[in-house]
């Protein structure tokens, strides 16, 4: 798996739980074992040698998941806004290659 695969898999998991909890207070089974994988995940990429893609500061990013982990889902809304938006905007944003994007104009794998 490439970092980018990595970087994009875990935001998809750890937003899924933030954003159930974030929009309807569902607790997803496993949540606080997503969230702690996603933050190692941050952790570990923030420390390795840069992606060409850097939308958020990961190493600030894998300290507040695990402090809402810490807190049981029970962070403030701005918190959870924010989390939900940088988790937002590392899948919107890191190209993973060989996956086409909705801009290029050959979708064939």
């Known amino acids: 798996m490439t970092a ?5 898999r875990s935001a998809v998991m750890a937003r899924d739980v933030i ?9 997803i089974a ?6 702690e994988e996603a933050a190692q995940t941050f952790a570990r990429i923030s420390a390795a040698p840069p992606l060409p893609v850097r ?3 990961l190493a600030r990013l894998a300290h507040t998941l695990t ?7 029970q962070v403030d809304h701005e918190t959870l806004d924010r989390l939900s ?4 905007t590392i899948v919107t ?17």
């Not at 980018?4 to 994009?8: I, Y």
């Not at 938006?85 to 937002?88: A, P, V």
């Open 93 to 109: 944003s890191t190209r993973v290659p060989g996956i086409p994007r909705p801009e290029d104009a050959d979708w064939s794998f």
């Open 67 to 73: 402090g809402t982990v810490r807190a049981g889902l």
């Open 30 to 35: 496993g949540w606080s074992d997503l969230l």
């Open 55 to 57: 939308a958020v500061p």
């Open 85 to 88: 938006q940088e988790l937002r």
């Open 4 to 8: 980018e695969q990595d970087l994009v």
């Open 19 to 27: 954003e159930s909890y974030r929009q309807s207070r569902i607790i």
